[in-house]
């Protein structure tokens, strides 16, 4: 018989440096790339579990609320693996959110230092969870991006989906950012069940205000499982047979929003990332940053795909 089975769960493992170092020789590594440079790239698991509420997000229920963090010298230790045995110096810390712990990010920074790699690396980062001493020491250890979960474009949104940070928040986020030359990757929602077009235009302004170097724009996605798919069932917006799952933020929305229809919400998107990237400021940055002919391919290969994705 075909269906869901709901199965018994028992705890989340709590000490996470037990975890073998993932078995890179399986992988084709060459097909993993840093679209940046143009060089192999993996994941280093750096912690698990979000103490946050946001009221779309399932991290959670998947990884726990209790934040369990890997030793700085167990994450080292397999950034050590990959550059002897695979020759993969640029890693994306993998975290619900990276910077949770300040002690636990300048350890490791600092054991990165220590022995001396030359590597560079991504981390994600709620814009409240970080400041100028951790930004500093990122900075030092490789740290080349910073993503942030910007979401809305007013503190009354961020309230609405018990976000947490605030505007404040984002702008100084980004702004050390800036200062110590390290890129940012901000992500932002529209969609939200209660949101107007006013509500959904602030956000996009407040992207182009901030200025990232790197934005995605996603609609929100009601998971079962998240308050953001109650809402959306007592809205009215979805009913509790409408098939939600095989979406994501990347694939078409399954909803709207009480006053704007799925396929307006769209339309919004598209115009405004593509205003985004066509902006000759954006344009003219980009080109000066290119440091090699690898990395101007994959921008271009990347920036067609872009206009091919948000053409109206």
Same mark, same amino acid.
């Given at each position: ?111 990165? %230092? ?46 609405? %989906?018990?976000?947490?940070?605030? %505007? ?50 996603? %609609? ?93």
């Amino acid at each position: 018989k075909k269906g869901w089975i709901q199965t018994d769960f028992g705890e989340f493992l709590k000490n996470l440096d037990e975890l073998p170092f993932p078995d890179l020789t399986v992988c084709n590594n060459s097909l993993y790339i840093n679209p940046e440079t143009g060089n192999m790239l993996t994941t280093i698991e750096t912690s698990r579990g979000c103490p946050f509420s946001c009221y779309y997000c399932l991290t959670p229920k998947i990884s726990g609320k209790v934040p369990r963090h890997k030793s700085p010298e167990r994450i080292v230790d397999e950034i050590e693996n990959c550059i002897k045995n695979h020759n993969i110096r640029e890693f994306f810390f993998k975290a619900d959110t990276f910077t949770i712990n300040k002690k636990s990010v300048i350890e490791t920074c600092k054991e990165i %230092i220590k022995r001396k790699l030359k590597i560079s690396f991504v981390a994600n980062s709620r814009t409240d969870t970080i400041d100028e001493e951790m930004v500093s020491w990122m900075k030092k250890a490789g740290c080349k991006i910073i993503a942030f979960g910007i979401e809305c474009g007013t503190n009354k949104q961020k309230e609405q %989906i018990k976000k947490g940070s605030k %505007i404040s928040d984002d702008i100084k986020a980004v702004s050390l950012c800036k200062k110590y030359k390290i890129k940012t990757y901000g992500f932002f929602m529209i969609g939200f069940p209660s949101e107007t077009v006013k509500d959904v235009e602030a956000t996009t302004k407040f992207m182009f205000k901030l200025d990232c170097d790197f934005v995605e724009l996603h %609609i929100a996605t009601p998971f079962i499982g998240t308050e953001l798919y109650e809402q959306s069932r007592a809205m009215g917006l979805i009913s509790e047979e409408e098939e939600i799952l095989g979406h994501s933020y990347f694939s078409s929305p399954v909803v709207g929003t009480k006053y704007i229809s799925a396929k307006k919400l769209k339309e919004i998107r598209k115009k405004a990332l593509r205003g985004y990237h066509l902006r000759p400021k954006y344009i003219l940055k980009k080109i000066l940053s290119i440091k090699n002919l690898g990395q101007l391919k994959n921008y271009i290969k990347y920036g067609l795909r872009l206009l091919k994705n948000t053409k109206q």
